[in-house]
């Protein structure tokens, strides 16, 4: 059975520009939820997605944004990079409808450098 | 909202030795407590979880976590630390808003 995959495991940017990270969750899990990784912040949860609706929201700037297709797939989107918003960005799905009650699976992150 | 402290950020054991990373939220309802460690490079992996029922969780790789209410902790021990234990841990938490919430994290290495 795969894992969560995230793509791309790499990336370097430049300030101001936009990022697209995309997450392939587990077969059958439906809901996917994003975690943004610094040694400063620690894990910080961004956002949450279950059948195409966002069902929860972290405290990031709107410059964050995801979304969620059909077939549970998810991307998330940073406009106008800054360079505090390097990080290791984290996907997790899990196949309940909430995935703070039930068991993470974890992809192994996009490390995104902004310059 | 809910909130996790993990109290060291490093800790280091000898290989055979007990490992104790203590973990202690806050949360205005009887939370969903979890365990999960990093290994290098890689994402992170469930080692136990607690919702409701036995205060005593045992997870995989020889871990176990104590739920105290009165105490408001949620401890992860393991008897005997392999060198293969040497990751980072970390404790979150998940409340009423069903966010889940992660301690800063605390990572261990094992002198051989």
């Known amino acids: 059975k795969a894992g969560v995959t995230q793509t791309p495991r790499y990336l370097i940017k430049t300030r101001g520009q936009q990022v697209t990270l995309s997450c392939s969750p587990i077969?059958?899990?439906?809901?996917v939820s994003w975690y943004q990784q610094t040694p400063g912040q620690g894990l910080q949860f961004l956002f949450e997605?279950?059948?195409?609706?966002?069902?929860n929201k972290g405290n990031f700037p709107g410059r964050f944004s995801g979304r969620q297709f059909s077939n549970s797939r998810s991307e998330m989107n940073v406009s106008t990079l800054e360079l505090g918003d390097s990080a290791l960005y984290l996907c997790a799905s899990s196949r309940g409808q909430t995935a703070s009650t039930g068991e993470l699976f974890f992809g192994e992150g996009s490390r995104l450098t902004v310059l | 909202a809910q909130s996790v402290t993990q109290l060291g950020s490093h800790v280091s054991v000898s290989e055979g030795a007990l490992v104790l990373l203590r973990c202690n939220y806050s949360?205005?309802?009887?939370?969903?407590l979890f365990w999960y460690v990093q290994y290098p490079n890689q994402g992170l992996q469930l080692l136990l979880k607690?919702?409701?029922?036995?205060?005593l969780v045992k997870g995989i790789n020889g871990f176990e976590a104590e739920f105290k209410k009165s105490e408001t902790s949620f401890h992860l021990t393991k008897p005997s630390a392999h060198m293969s234990d040497a990751a980072e841990y970390f404790c979150?938490?998940?409340?009423?808003?069903?966010?889940?919430?992660f301690g800063a994290g605390t990572t261990v290495t094992v002198r051989a």
């Open positions: 077969s059958g899990h439906r809901s």
């Open positions: 997605y279950f059948s195409e609706t966002q069902r």
């Open positions: 979150a938490v998940s409340g009423p808003d069903y966010k889940l919430s």
């Open positions: 607690y919702t409701t029922g036995a205060t």
């Open positions: 949360s205005s309802v009887p939370p969903y």
